[in-house]
């Protein structure tokens, strides 16, 4: 059973591999504690994991709209944020590589696609936990989900920018139509239910050689008759995501580098979204 630590290289088993903590600058995971005391001496905890560049600027959002409940939001920083990835799809629904809780250890089914494996949270800084795993690069973790087209962060969902439907989030368990309430939350539940959904964020690979830093977010993705057909959003290497119309994504596309340089690129759909929007 071959498996992969954040998407990296096969090892035999399970593999895991670090995808950060706070301080780890914004590819890292930050972590927040939430309790709603429903009894003076007790109450349930919540743990919400987020990009650690906006973890303070979460949690005073959180504390804004806590109203007059006694909830407590607090930052963990002795929990580290690891990938659990397997080696191939079909051990993602299969037999978990550990158990649930062990000891301060909580394991749980990343919740956006099982492409991405499990979340394991832990004080020890060990990937000795997941049995024969292997550490991997947290740029193998990123280049995996950049291919399954699972964006993660402010880089690939900027503030005031991304919106949800957009952004696949009704895909990924991100968005409830049934309970909540939520700014723009009318809009999103309208547009869901009419199906009127003309650009989304896919997956995209960029072909040929072409300088680091070359391709900028917010470059402009072009047919090849000139025409925009969206905006490459981020990525890293020739992999990455784009907010696309879906009526352009069949053609050939190119995306101008920097140094005006032309860059064949590549949409794909992955195979875990709904059929319906293939």
């Known amino acids: 059973m071959g498996s992969q630590g954040e ?38 905890t919540f743990l919400l994991e ?3 560049s906006v973890l303070g600027a979460l949690q005073k959002h959180l504390v804004l709209h806590k109203i007059r409940r006694k909830v407590l939001v607090e930052p963990c920083p002795e929990l580290h944020v690891w990938a659990v990835l397997p ?28 492409h991405m494996g499990w979340r394991l949270l832990t004080q020890d800084e060990s990937p000795a936990l997941v049995p024969r795993g292997r550490l991997a690069d947290v740029w193998d973790y990123h280049r995996h989900r ?17 919106l949800p439907l957009e952004s696949n989030l009704a895909f990924m368990n991100g968005i409830s139509f049934t309970k909540g309430c939520y700014v723009g939350q009318e809009l999103t539940a309208r547009t869901h239910h009419m199906g009127v959904i003309r650009k989304r964020l896919f997956p995209v690979q960029l072909l040929g050689s072409f300088p680091v830093g070359s391709i900028t977010p917010g470059t ?3 047919t090849e008759s000139g025409q925009a057909a ?7 290497g020739n992999v990455g995501l784009a907010l696309l119309y879906l009526e352009k994504i069949k053609g050939p596309l190119h ?23 293939k």
């Open 7 to 44: 998407g990296g290289h096969p090892s035999e088993g399970w593999g895991a591999g670090r995808r950060g903590h706070p301080g780890t600058g914004p590819s890292g995971g930050g972590q927040l504690r939430m309790r709603l005391p429903e009894h003076a001496d007790q109450g349930p």
């Open 50 to 52: 987020c990009d650690s």
């Open 87 to 114: 080696g191939i799809p079909e051990e993602a629904s299969g037999a978990e590589p550990l158990p649930k809780h062990q000891g301060t250890t909580i394991l749980t089914r990343d919740p956006r696609t099982t």
């Open 146 to 162: 950049y291919q399954q087209g699972v964006p993660e962060g402010v880089h690939d969902l900027p503030p005031g920018v991304a």
């Open 220 to 222: 402009t993705v072009l």
């Open 230 to 236: 969206g905006k490459y959003r981020a990525g890293q």
């Open 255 to 277: 995306i101008r580098t920097t140094g005006s340089g032309r860059v064949a690129l590549v949409t794909s759909v992955p195979d875990w979204w709904p059929t319906v929007t």
